[in-house]
């Protein structure tokens, strides 16, 4: 046990590395892209710190060409995920014992890897199997997730130096306890940080963790696993169960011991584990903290004096950098009449010179959406606009797609006289941009109408050089975004800058990436101690005159 109080290394930002052409990072990730594709691995369990085979296998393909698997992944069932409870109850008092130093210093060093020798592994899995470009995986897999486990450490040692004040003759004290019971850690395909947060944060704080990932998005998490294993987590602490979500979801809800939830995925299966833990709740031996982060229709508002220009390059960014795939991206705008035709000259310039394909061809800005019924739902809903161009639908630019090699869609704009139209409404998760031209003189009550449109509440941006304008969509749409941007795109948080998380539908807001997240997985217990008790039960009111 260290004696001592000790100040971790002061957290900082991981350079992004640019992968220009003739650079050393680019020639090194390409020789790892190469290796992986050439590799078929076969991803077991992780219970307890043993490796676990089921024979129940599904395949890890990738999604810009799909005939090419890259391995497959054994499935969990009940069985499996009972062993991984009793491994994270096995392993809970050990590991909640060990001093806080000693827990923050496996994801210091899981972070030194990261950044260094385990970068290129896990950008190349997170560009293949989930097809990110060099630049996005790297933003993501590299630097967030080196990221999160910086600042958690740092944010973690500012919650527990937050102490209450003492009266004379006693010393009153806040141990911050884990939660009483395990946490289920439930993460996406669509951000490989995400993935490492979600369980690394509550095991941070002392708890122990099942952990499912998502089914297209297993070869990234058993790299992360790799990680931690190196990086000294004892066994048991994380536990992997990759799986349906019924077969490894049901039985992880229905355990007594259950102590929180940490997750990111679609609304619907979120309201779905609400319901399910309210109808557990009296079997439950304390209340599960629920955090989760889901959907979102996140907006771009343009005010009739921002530059339009700028409003273009963000809309491209922010609706179309890794298919639209991000719960952030931007997937409607409010233009003003009078801004209108420079933005729509600006995409229609834009949206050709927008290479999509293999990400493996540095030169594509988009890759393929994650698997064939992302697919089917994006082309469909393509098919429906051109169906309605004429009546609610103005106009569509761009829309192509095509899934003989991969699941390549297009970056598309559709246009609509209806803020109502379907896609303005409803979280479709691709590159799918919908646009409402909206009169100059009608900016108030059309900041009225993006903040009811939608019942999500994740990000949005406003777009305005008149600073009057600027103040007011702040408060007209203060609630329509946890992470609400000002001339920028409302994609691209970064951890220490922008904590993340909005609510509505979005999610509970526990902002991943700053100690309000964490605080969700601890328990503190107030200690009083008085130096010298009381002798005698009376007390003065109690005397006579």
């Not at 990730?29 to 190469?34: A, G, P, T, V």
């Not at 030194?112 to 896990?122: P, V």
């Not at 102590?259 to 109808?279: A, D, L, N, Y």
């Not at 904590?499 to 990436?513: E, I, L, V």
């Amino acid at each position: 046990m260290t004696i001592g109080i000790a100040s971790p290394p002061s957290p900082v930002n991981e350079p992004v590395r640019a992968y220009a052409p003739g650079s050393p990072e680019r020639a090194s990730l390409r020789r790892e892209l190469d290796r992986q594709a050439d590799m078929q691995v076969e991803v077991p369990l992780r219970i307890g710190g043993r490796s676990v085979t089921t024979g129940r296998l599904g395949t890890m393909r990738m999604p810009h060409d799909h005939r090419h698997a890259l391995g497959t992944f054994h499935k969990a069932g009940p069985e499996e995920v009972a062993a991984a409870i009793e491994a994270a109850e096995a392993a809970r008092p050990a590991w909640a014992a060990l001093s806080w130093e000693d827990r923050a210093a496996v994801f210091l060093r899981a972070a030194e890897l990261l950044a260094g020798r385990f970068r290129d592994r896990l950008n190349a899995a997170t560009m293949l199997v989930q097809s990110k470009t060099a630049h996005q995986a790297e933003i993501d897999a590299a630097c967030e997730l080196v990221d999160f486990f910086r600042f958690n450490v740092h944010y973690y040692r500012s919650i527990l130096e937050q102490q209450p004040a003492c009266a004379p003759g006693m010393w009153n004290r806040l141990e911050y306890r884990p939660l009483d019971g395990f946490v289920f850690a439930v993460s996406p395909f669509n951000f490989t940080s995400i993935a490492g947060n979600l369980p690394t944060a509550p095991a941070l704080c002392g708890n122990t963790v099942v952990w499912k990932p998502a089914s297209t998005a297993v070869l990234s998490a058993h790299y992360i696993m790799d990680l931690l294993d190196e990086a000294g987590l004892p066994p048991g602490v994380i536990n992997f169960v990759p799986g349906s979500g019924a077969e490894v979801g049901d039985p992880v809800l229905a355990d007594p011991r259950l102590g929180g939830v940490h997750f990111t995925g679609s609304t619907e299966v979120f309201q779905g584990i609400w319901r399910t833990v309210g109808v557990n709740i009296g079997a439950y031996r304390q209340y599960p903290r629920l955090v989760g982060e889901t959907g979102g229709k996140d907006f771009v508002f343009a005010h009739p004096s921002a530059d339009p220009v700028a409003v273009g390059v963000a809309l491209v960014r922010g609706a179309f950098e890794y298919q639209g795939q991000k719960c952030s991206a931007a997937s409607r705008a409010y233009l003003p009449e009078s801004l209108f035709p420079a933005v729509r000259e600006y995409l229609a310039d834009t949206i050709p010179q927008l290479g999509i394909g293999d990400v493996r061809d540095f030169k594509n800005f988009l890759g393929a959406v994650i698997d064939d019924r992302s697919y089917a739902k994006h082309t469909a809903a393509i098919a429906e606009a051109h169906e309605k161009v004429g009546g609610d639908v103005v106009e569509i630019l761009g829309g192509e797609a095509s899934d003989e090699v991969g699941y390549f869609v297009g970056p598309t704009v559709i246009v609509t006289k209806n803020p109502s139209y379907r896609t303005m409404c409803e979280e479709l998760f691709g590159p799918i941009l919908t646009v409402y031209v909206y009169p100059d003189d009608a900016f108030d009550q059309t900041l009225a109408l993006c903040d009811r449109t939608s019942p999500y509440g994740l990000t949005g941006a406003i777009f305005a050089r008149d600073r009057g304008a600027v103040a007011k969509a702040t408060r007209a749409l203060r609630h329509a975004a946890g992470n609400f941007y000002i001339n920028d795109k409302p994609t691209g948080a970064v951890v220490g800058q922008q904590p993340f998380g909005g609510s509505r539908a979005s999610g509970t807001n526990d902002k991943a990436g700053s100690a309000l997240n964490l605080l969700r997985w601890l328990s503190p217990r107030t200690i009083k101690e008085t130096f010298d008790p009381p002798r005698n039960f009376r007390y003065p009111y109690m005397e006579e005159v």
